[in-house]
């Protein structure tokens, strides 16, 4: 997205950890939402994101030469590319829908910059990756619009917006990132925070708690079980 | 001999995995099929990323290829080739007759939610338009559930991808 001089399989990763992390912080949700449409519906957007890991990560393991779960689970917790957003522990309602429709609005920008890509095997996966977000950005913004139809509603989540501001902004790079400040504008009732993006690279302490426990099982079976 | 119209065939006899009443022919998965000699080509488009179906899926054609005394080579086309236009006539009718309500054609654009909140979906059990969306998201990646006023049933919509 920066450039043609950067490589493919660099770009990949870091699509693929973003949806996986994410993933896993979505599926936190399951059996705990606060109801029971939620739970299905965080649980389900989950599935669809790491599928899409997987997806992506296929394609990175074929040009680097190892497979998707090696990708995923075998790497250390400071060589994934994740952006500081995604990685953020299970936050209370508010701020997991505010951190949903960022995410998801950023996530839009990228992978319609991606449909359009030269490489033919990266805009068709974006395109077939897109049909299914469609569904997540529609439920990030029919949340969106529940919480501003309230006064206490709009406050909850202009707190939540403004604290997770730095690392929203650190998920899309330069040249995606007006694009996203766009959308994100045209939908929220209160005018965008200030702030410097936390970048990509900059880990928390809660990435390293979340892969103790995502590669938990991968690290306790020796290579090549099977179930 | 394994011809390429006996590969269709054994194809369409495999149920789909989650939604046994409609086969993989029927949901629209095979794009391809090429046949030369034993040797048999199938082209796999599949539904959702996510879709713990899949494995079982390509696995199951392989079986039928098997079975046939073809040589299967599954192949996985990663794009946007499968949409829910791919299910056929057969498939829906099939759908709706076991209480899912067919997606509706991609023609009329991305899908939005001002559509799926709109009146326009049947309920499969009596036929009422007075129905409503309940949850965009439902128990398998491709299916949204909806509540019919008609008959108070809640039923599942195969979403338009």
Known sequence: MSGPERPRSELLLELADDELVLGWRNSEWTGVAPFLEEDVAFSSIAQNEIGHARALYELAAAELGTTADELAFDR??????????????????????????????????????????????????????DREEIYHRMHAEMWLDRLQDTHDGTSRLREAVEELWPYALGVLDDELRPVWLEHVRARLAFPLPEGEPVTRGQHSAELRELWEEMTSVRRSAPAGASW | MVTSERVWEALAEIPDPEIPVISLVDLGVVRDVDVAGEHVRVEFTPTF????????????????????????????????????????????????????????????????????????????????????????????????????????????QFKTI
């Not at chain 1, 250390?76 to 299970?90: G, I, T």
């Not at chain 1, 990228?110 to 990756?129: H, M, N, P, Q, Y």
């Not at chain 2, 080739?81 to 054609?105: H, M, Q, V, Y």
């Open chain 1, 76 to 129: 250390d917790p400071d060589e994934y590319r994740s952006a500081p957003l995604v990685e953020l522990r299970r936050l209370e309602w508010a701020r997991t829908i505010a951190r949903h429709f960022l995410y998801e609005t950023a996530d839009g920008v990228r992978i319609d910059a991606l449909k359009r890509s030269a490489d033919v095997e990266i805009a068709g996966l974006a395109a077939k990756i």
């Open chain 2, 49 to 156: 990323l996510g879709c713990p179906a899949l494995e079982v899926m390509r696995d199951a054609m392989a079986r039928k290829i098997l079975e046939l005394g073809g040589e299967p080579e599954i192949q996985v086309i990663m794009d946007d080739s499968w949409s829910t236009d791919r299910i056929t006539p057969e498939g829906r009718r099939k759908l709706r007759e076991s209480g899912f309500a067919p997606p509706s054609p991609r023609s009329a654009g991305t899908p939005k939610l001002v559509q799926l909140q709109s009146k326009a979906f049947r309920c499969p059990y009596c036929g009422s338009l007075e129905t409503r969306l309940e949850n965009i998201f439902g128990p398998t990646p491709c299916r949204s559930l909806r509540w019919c006023e008609g008959c108070r049933q809640s039923f599942e």
